[in-house]
């Protein structure tokens, strides 16, 4: 039985969150009115010009530098010259001859442990605009609100072996660039989008085989789906004796296969040059620094220091820091409070849950590191029990509200007044007399039961150790 | 009105600060002039009567008002290639493809000409997206020239350079991509100054070739040239290709004086297939030079001698692309039935265009297809930096070079010359001055024996305007404007 | 002939216009004897010569990351030939 091996690499276009175009100042705003964003600019009116964000510049070296890359000293655009409703000029601008960055890397954690996965290129370029296919009126309509916000492509060396791995390479760089604050890298809004080259050869084979390119992804699930899809079609030909054709293919999602767009015959001539219009990009040494000195911790150097510093679990650590939002949150309310692993307990056990029964966003977290320190403290020092301090952490953690006044508007200060809990503690041991029995006749763990009723017939507010202390001496 | 309409731009802004003109009048003889010699010249496009009417009230409030005391150009009509945008105003490159496009913005240049208040009378005719040198290929005709109604007022500026000369503008914009201002000027008895890329703002100006396009005025004479030339030369950050000075004054170079003034004289033109009448012209103008003071010499320039093949690769290879916008879809023309996407493409840009405009777009796809990048296109960019370093080295020893404008003065309306290979000889010089970067002026030095005009070019080294200006001043002293005779 | 039909109708296809019969004829006459033309520029040497793209050596040309008011899509419409809900419209592609 002769095995075989899939060879793949990525090509993933990430928009980048500037607040204005690549070449023209119109918002990038996701979601407004169609063709609100626009102007004569990325509209492709003839008689004006592209002049370059610097910020989008920037975010692109600063990428190039945490994947490891070179930086080229100067680069131009180009054009990429083809005919789409999409595409207003009639060219994409682009960069062919000279990309940005080259020659970097990006360390993956497979379940063989990590795996560097090298990258070819990085280039920065312009989106296009939406296209949306109306088969009532049998026409196709147009909105180029997306027409010029600025991308970056990021082309893989064929290092990745498997659907686990792609995606392994795609959450790694979804972290790191959020952590970056480039790009929100949200897949269901097309901030972030995959291309996959895939072809298979047999296992211990040095040569590659015919490759096709699958374009245009945007979920984990489909990624997944058509490399796994796209293998086995590739080996069920070679396994019969047929040859793969190189040719571009998308995936159908709905009938869970590829399906041919065009043979190489097919591809269109680009008739790429260097954009007269726009003038080259010098990259100083200087610049770098700059750049490099400004790049955020990321998660595995967070993950390690979380550690080290607060004395958390690995596991922790990652939960921790699956998200931007959350492990600042963390490390800001531990400046604040100094209990690092409270806070972490907080997060991880009851935020982790919030979000996941909410079904909404780190960034959604609506609680302060100043409010959660607040509360955390508020535990530590017995001014509210711990059970009534989760209901105040879901409030807060989910609204604008202040705990201490939560609290206080609430009523769920934590009692202390011996003679209220004497009362209470009464009526439990009258209601109990079993339970009081048991005591007597030398079964203590029904002191413990005792305890555990009168806090809660206090619904919760009771300070333990006054009960404790209570219940001693009533029974006694 | 003869007497308006004749006067220089500077003598007529000069009767109009001395309130002996009113802005009113001033555009009232232009509007009378261009009514009645329009039926015979075909100059412009589009005549912005109300508009101008409009600007003449508004202008002559801000020089009452005080406003307008150091702008040379304050009420003074000028006429703009249609290939330059203007808000509310179609712009129409001469194309169906754009016969109705109104844009929703002003080019830099027209913005400081308003600014500086200039009265915007028309948009002149030119060829299709200013391709040609002749205005044969425009949508709306072509334009005659004044000299003679029979012959071309030449190309692309066309429209620009028979305005002035009929009298129907007192300057005009046009723009040079490979000689497109400097020969209609020549053909029409102009000045018509290429500037040095970079020096003014092309955004608006709807690109030809984006690396070789320059817009700069046509006048009657080099003080008129200047004016324009101060007002609309300067750094827009609208444009990333402009240099970044703020403002390029030139007014101090109108001084009669080229003594010991360096003055080469490339071989390659004079050995060609010159016409008669243009070599004795140009002979005699270096004559004067000389006895002005300067020093003339014949040198070798060989290394511009495949000028012209870089030119076509080049220019057409921008274009291609350029022109790739025009698809039916955002403005522009759509053609009335269509099967799909492909063929609503096609049909559009099919009718839409006219033969030289497709013949352009269609070998800038060759010289760029795969396999054609390295052999030609950038070839063509490393003749290009030869090209350009040869004249860097010639004005190590030079202040300006001198050459006729063109082989022939303007071809009679009827004659095709498109592909001849004199055409190509004659378009040597002008067009390795773009490839290159260079300002250059085309001058009024004589008449041929059938009375038509004939241009002497002086080139200069980046930003050498000053030379140019000065020697052409000087010139100007001894050989002052004709208007043309024929002139209604 | 340089330029053959074949090529040619390759070219004609990426740069999408229709021609006349009697155009196609002449464009692809006058086109080979452009080519002849150009293909005379090989006899200058142009070995270890960079190729020049741009004019000056301008560099780093930037705006600063900021929105300004786009014109108002109602202006740029104006010149639209079919506009449907503020959207483009062509004819339905299909996959
Ligand atoms: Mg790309
Ligand atoms: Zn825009």
Known sequence: MMNYETIIGLEVHVELSTESKLFCP??????????????PVCIGMPGVFSILNKKAVEYAISVGIALDCTIVKSCTFDRKNYFYPDLPKGYQISQKYCPIAKNGRLIIDTKDGSKSIGIHEMHIEEDAGKLIHDSDNNQTLVDYNRSGVPLIEIVSEPDLRCADEAAAFLDKLRMMLIYMGVS???????SMRVDINLSVRKTGSREFGTRTEIKNLNSVKAITKA??????RQIDILKAGGVVDKETRRWDDNKNESIRMRTKEEEDDYRYFPDPDIVPIEISDNWIDRLRSSLPEFRDEKIIRYQKEYGISKYDAEVITSSVEMAKLFEDTTKLCDLPKEAANWLMVEGMRLLNENNIDACDICITPERLSKLILMVEQG??????????????FLENIDPEEYVKNHRLEMISDASVIRLAAMKVLEDNPGAVSDYKNGKKKAFGNLVGQTIKAMDHKADPAIVNAIIKELLE | MKEITAMSAMKVADKIKKRELSVQEVVEAQLKAIKLREPIYNCYITITEDKAREDAIKVQRRIDNGELKDSPLAGVPVAIKDNICTEGVKTTCASKMLADYV?????????????????????????????GGTTKTSYFGETKNPWNIYHTPGGSSGGSSAAVSAEEAFVSLGSDT??????PAAYCGLVGFKPTYGTVSRYGLIPLASSLDQIGPLSRNISDCVSVLEVISGHDPMDATSVKQERFIYRQALIDDVKNMRIGVPKLYLEEDLDEDIRCCFMEAIKTFEEMGAKVELFDLDEIRYSVQAYYIISCAEACSNLARYDGVRYGYRAGDYEGLDELYKKSRGEGFGYEVKRRIMLGAYVLSSGNYESYYNKAGRIRSIISKAYEEAFNRYDVLFSPESLSTAPQLNEDSSLSKRKHHSEILNVSVNLAGLPAVSIPCGRDKNGLPIGLQIISKKFGERSIIQAAYAFEKTKPYERPQALL | MKLTQEDFNKILNTVKISLSEEEEIKLIKDLNQLIEFI???????SENVEPMAYIHSIKNVYRDDEVTDSISGQKLHENAPEISDDYYVVPRIIH
Do not use: H, W
């Open chain 3, 39 to 45: 293909d005379t520029m090989n006899e200058q040497d």
């Open chain 1, 383 to 396: 001014r509210v029990n711990r059970i009534k301090a989760k209901e105040v952490f879901e409030k807060s």
């Open chain 2, 178 to 183: 490979g000689g497109s201002i400097r020969q």
């Open chain 1, 184 to 190: 929100d890298c949200k897949m269901q809004e097309g």
């Open chain 1, 26 to 39: 119109c918002s990038t705003r996701f979601g407004d009115k169609p063709n609100s964003n626009c102007c």
């Open chain 1, 227 to 232: 490399i796994e899809g796209e293998s086995k």
């Open chain 2, 103 to 131: 844009p929703s913005y002003n080019a830099t240049v027209v913005k400081r000409l308003e600014d500086a208040g200039a009265v915007l009378i028309g948009k002149v005719n030119l060829d299709e997206f200013a391709m």
